[in-house]
């Protein structure tokens, strides 16, 4: 999913970079609910309590449980009193991982949704991050073009295939398939290409193939000349690949800001798998401006063909899976050594989390 600036326009319209400051001040219409109170009071400094803390996130249906944790949390603040401040948090929109990336590094970012595998290769180089929650589970397809003879995955031997990025757990989810098929990445011819630019690619027919998150397969299978190859629901249904991450300057200075992210998320996560109707309004939510501007046709699509496309109730942070994730970066190449479980990730809030009030 890599691009240029942050405020590029993907090629095929589905997002445009919204100015942060105005986000706060586009509020959705989404109702007021009880908020989480954490005793927050004491522990912060004055200047924690100025504005929101930003979480940065690209508009992908694997990102789509921070919007509604983002609008949830607005909605049981309605007013912004100094007093709930302290424990709010505002998204930010992004156009690809590596803008993503700097600003993470930089620290002009404290938190955002990121590549599981990125996360673990910024830790292992020292830069102080930590996973704490997931945000997704499946989510992943590749994709061929509707009137292509390819049935069976050993069908695109030699054949063009693009990926969103060595670190993309897109390219770990392909690698697996080539392996069951008892084929490697030498058998078929590998591109890195922004996942917006994937449709018109495979339209044009600049790729046989291509293999990314939603809603960038959706937008190709909607508009009826792409149809599924594979699908992570069917292959790999515990796939993660966008986790919330915070700079660990933040966890040491506002806990419950980051206790109450945690919270937000998980409950966004089980009510997105619900009610069929909470998708619904999450699709109406998400591709607004403020958040994804997308069509929310696409978003629809993704929801419902079929349900379980992309998943979120499950959102259980365990060591193994994150340890299988690791080996196959590191088979992969994406990353040089094995990362140990506790330098990327901080399961204490994960732990200590109790439902948040999702009232949209």
């Not at 989480?36 to 992908?60: N, Y």
């Not at 007013?79 to 709010?88: C, I, P, V």
């Not at 993503?100 to 102080?128: C, H, I, N, R, T």
């Not at 011819?189 to 339209?203: F, G, K, N, T, W």
Request: charged share 20%; aromatic share 8%.
């Amino acid at each position: 999913m890599e691009s240029g600036s942050t405020k590029s326009t993907p090629a095929n319209g589905l997002g445009r970079k919204v100015d942060r400051r105005l986000l706060l001040r586009g509020a959705l219409a989404v109702g007021a609910a009880g908020a989480i109170a954490l005793p927050a009071r004491r522990l912060l400094a004055p200047a924690a309590v100025a504005d929101p803390v930003t979480v940065g996130g690209l508009a992908v249906t694997c990102n789509l449980t921070l919007p509604i944790a983002c609008a949830a949390n607005e909605a049981a603040n309605p007013f912004g009193t100094r007093d709930a401040s302290q424990l709010a948090f505002d998204y930010s929109r992004y156009s690809g991982w590596p803008e993503l990336k700097e600003s993470l590094m930089s620290g002009d970012l404290q938190a955002g949704y990121m590549l599981a595998p990125l996360v673990m290769d910024l830790a292992d180089k020292g830069v102080p991050v930590k996973i704490v929650s997931i945000g997704h589970r499946s989510g992943a397809v590749i994709m061929v073009r509707t009137d292509s003879p390819y049935r069976q995955f050993r069908d695109l031997t030699n054949k063009r295939i693009a990926i969103p990025s060595r670190f993309a757990v897109d390219f770990l989810f392909l690698r697996k398939m080539l392996s069951n098929e008892s084929m490697t990445t030498d058998d078929v011819e590998i591109v890195e290409m922004a996942p917006a630019d994937m449709p018109a690619a495979l339209y044009v027919k600049g790729v046989d193939a291509y293999c990314t998150g939603e809603p960038f397969g959706a937008a190709a299978q909607s508009a009826g000349y792409a149809r599924v190859l594979r699908m992570t629901r069917d292959e790999w249904p515990r796939y993660m690949c966008c986790v919330l991450t915070v700079r660990e300057e933040l966890i040491k200075k506002n806990r419950p800001l980051v206790q109450n992210m945690v919270n937000y998320v998980l409950a966004a996560g089980m009510w997105l798998d619900g009610q069929r109707q909470n998708r619904e309004k999450a699709v109406q939510i998400a591709a607004t401006p403020r958040y994804f501007n997308q069509d929310p046709n696409i978003l629809r699509f993704v929801m419902s063909n079929p349900e379980d496309r992309v998943t979120y109730g499950d959102l259980r942070m365990i060591p193994r899976e994150f340890e299988e994730l690791m080996q196959l970066a590191v088979q992969a190449g994406a990353l040089k050594h094995p990362v140990p479980y506790a330098k990327y990730v901080d399961e204490s809030f994960a732990r200590a989390a109790r439902p948040a009030s999702i009232a949209l």
